[in-house]
């Protein structure tokens, strides 16, 4: 059985931020068992500034090994910098991880001065060749921050990730790929993606309201008060994946 933390949207800026993300990391660090991968599906800084990279790595150091992509709100040159420890590029971030019978290939999905999302034809590629790669038998998870479906939140449709039809197509032709994961919409939800499951992070620094939650055109669209939450993603030995989501407190 492998055991997956899966948090997004940090958007480590201020000391509000900073307090959220560091309740969530501690309580991963505090837990009785090892994890097998904590992944952080995009916007880890909110301007993209060398020093909330600085900050973020901090926060985000871990006994658990780590992955983390890009989201809207990063900067991909600064992001390899002060979270990889690389050269500055411009260059899509795409990552895998390969785990102890699992496999995470984490696409980027931003795309430079936009809030949506899109998979360029490099990263498709590469995320086709890694699935190609993945061992025979053991589930495939990818993971990118932006949904490539309507999650039925106005605000998020409309900056979701577009062309998703390339992807359905790659999915196809893979029947391993297990599930897909997100973040970018800053509240819990599950859904289907290419016949398979797509499973999106709540978010860390706030929580969205959805829209019958909240009066149309009114200013109070985001809840501030409502605690960190992650999303826990367990895959049996046969591949079987179950989802948990937790919320975190912030106080003491």
Known sequence: MAVIAHLSD???????????????????????????????TGDIAD?????????????????????????????????????LGQPGSAEPVDQVHRGAGFTVIACDSSVPGKPEGWLGDGTLAWLEE????????????????????????????GIRQFDEGRLAELAGRHPRLTAFLAGHA?????????????????????????PWEHRAHADDHVHLDQPPALAFHVLDEDGRLTTHYRVVSTEG
């Open 10 to 40: 940090v958007h480590i800026d201020d000391e509000r931020s900073v307090r959220r993300t560091r309740a969530v990391a501690d309580y991963l660090e505090n837990l009785p068992y090892d994890l097998d991968l904590v992944l952080v």
């Open 47 to 83: 301007h993209g500034t060398p020093e909330e990279y600085a900050t973020a790595r901090g926060l985000l150091a871990s006994r658990h090994p780590v992955l983390v992509c890009p989201g809207n709100h990063d900067d991909r040159a600064e992001f390899r910098r002060g979270l």
């Open 130 to 157: 890694e699935l190609g790669r993945a061992p025979e038998g053991e589930p495939v998870l990818v993971a990118f921050h932006h949904p490539p479906v309507t999650l039925h939140i106005p605000y998020v449709d």
């Open 186 to 210: 800053h509240t819990a939800a599950a859904t289907t993606f290419a016949g398979r499951p797509l499973l999106v992070a709540p978010g860390v620094v706030n929580t969205v309201r959805l």
